[in-house]
């Protein structure tokens, strides 16, 4: 009997958890343990509307009122340092301990920086509201901003440094940004945006250097080019907050291994979020998403698999069959970029509706004739049919409608 | 106050479609007239159900979401409203949509808007 679960990760996945853990009818003692100094808040806006000071930070809080219902406790300000797996207990950096017979690991993810970048003045990555609130800083007219990264994250934030008046340009190491979430050709369709909105893209080349001490004045690419900057944003990715978990016997290969139902080796141990690599049957591969719907849908299933001990979503649990389905969208100079699927590098790719070079298109990634994938460029309602058609064929056909697994629902797409 | 309060507040009555233009399972969205917010008209499995269009999470049009049974999902964030009474189910959306009263007649939706007057 479960009498006292620790959520370490005090975000969206940790949240959604304990939310998950009170909704499933647990009434023991629930503790969120988080490094950060606030409640859980929202990402996305980080690089969107907060950057361009559209969004305070009130509107980012995740809680409502009626989590206060949820009696948690809060051991908010201090990471966890270890897990103790066979004491039961997780250690923390100000030498307390929280004693639980179930955890669960939401530490998600932190921005990657590339080597020699940290700590010079005007160099910046992007993941907490602190980071966000030092970029504000640098973003108005005349700066000029080097955005290192044409990946989604650093997409956004060029767009909001050119919304605030900078002068930005994007350096990318790959020939085609937006390749491996998009493939090739859809990955150009919509970095074409940039300089539909007079921000410079310059791609294949690799940032060598930075030069200027203490504050950056430039960046030196690969080629020799040198790029003027008051600002640099490096976008290169994030790597899950696994570290602590060293010794624990927990298994990690770019984050905490799990099953398809979140559970990790460790029997009581689930992981959820961006610090979990969950198992995709679709794919027959381990995959950290990394995506807010994930986030937040998983924990549901996870705790689950906690109180119940079994895999699986219950009949009827429609939330379920759409986690089916992996989620994210992306906004770039007021255009919506929405993605849902399980795209193969060798699916193919039409457009079903629009045109690319209107920035307006539904695009349908497909393999053996079958939709895997869709891809929607300002079409919310296309996209949103879509969706729901790729989630409801996984659903309904295939063996996984007897075991309930989402994950197996998926692979039949 | 109670009084000067329904003193202050307004009908306006916005013409929606036929309703076979609204099978089930389909949404529509009205622009209104002048100071009415656009309104998003479902048909839930043959109930006629009418809310504001913008999501209170960010700017999204919930006409153009997911709607399962009673509830709609913001085609962006995922953020789920009850129909019929407006209330979000979870996050990111932490406000209520409003919801409107819909009127039928002669196969034709209406949606009785309240409007608070300019002048209080
Ligand atoms: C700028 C930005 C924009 C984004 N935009 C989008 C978007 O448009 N669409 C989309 O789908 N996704 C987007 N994302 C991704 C999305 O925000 C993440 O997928 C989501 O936040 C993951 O939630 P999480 O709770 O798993 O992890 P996180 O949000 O990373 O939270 C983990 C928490 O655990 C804490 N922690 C770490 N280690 C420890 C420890 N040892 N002890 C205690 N606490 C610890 C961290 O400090 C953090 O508070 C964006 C992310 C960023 C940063």
Known sequence: MIRSVAVVGASLAGLAAARALRDQGFDGRVTLVGDEPHRPYDRPPLSKDFLLGRASAEELALGTEADDALDLDWRLGSPATALLPHERRVRLADGGEVSADSVVLATGARARNLPGFAGRGGVHTLRTLEDARALREELRPGARVVVVGAGFIGSEVASTAKAAGAEVTVVEALPVPLAGPLGPTMGTACAALHADHGVRLICGVPVRELL?????????????????????????????????????????????????????????????????????????????????????????????????????????????????????????????????????????????????????????????????????????????????????????????????????????? | MEQSETLTRSDVVVQVCHLNELPPGESIRVEGPGGVEPLAVFNADGEIHAIDDTCTHQDASLADGWLEGCTVECPLHAACFDLRTGMPSGPPAKRPVRTHQVEIADGVIRVRVAVAAVTA
């Open chain 1, 212 to 413: 200027g001490q203490p504050r950056v004045t430039a960046v030196r690419l690969a080629d020799g080019q040198e790029l003027p900057a008051t600002a640099v944003v490096v976008g290169v990715g994030a790597e899950p907050n696994v570290g602590w978990l060293a010794g624990s016997g927990v298994t990690v290969d770019d984050g905490v291994r799990t099953d398809a139902a979140y559970a990790t080796n460790l029997p009581g141990v689930v992981a959820v979020g961006d610090c979990a690599a969950s198992y995709r049957a679709s794919t027959g591969r381990y995959v950290r998403t990394e995506h807010w719907t994930d986030a937040l849908e998983a924990p549901r299933t996870a705790v689950r698999t906690l109180l119940g001990g079994g895999a699986g979503p219950a009949a009827g649990d429609d939330g379920r069959r759409r986690a089916a389905v992996p989620y994210f969208w992306s906004e770039q100079y007021g255009v919506r970029i929405q993605f849902a699927g399980h795209r193969g590098a060798e699916d193919e790719v039409r457009v079903e509706a629009g045109d690319p070079a209107d920035r307006s298109f539904l695009a349908v990634y497909e393999r053996e004739g079958r939709a895997t994938a869709v891809l929607g460029v300002n079409r919310p309602k296309e996209f949103t049919r879509w969706r729901r058609a790729l989630a409801t064929t996984g659903s309904d056909s295939g063996p996984a409608s007897g075991s309930g697994s989402g994950e197996q629902a998926a692979a039949v797409l």
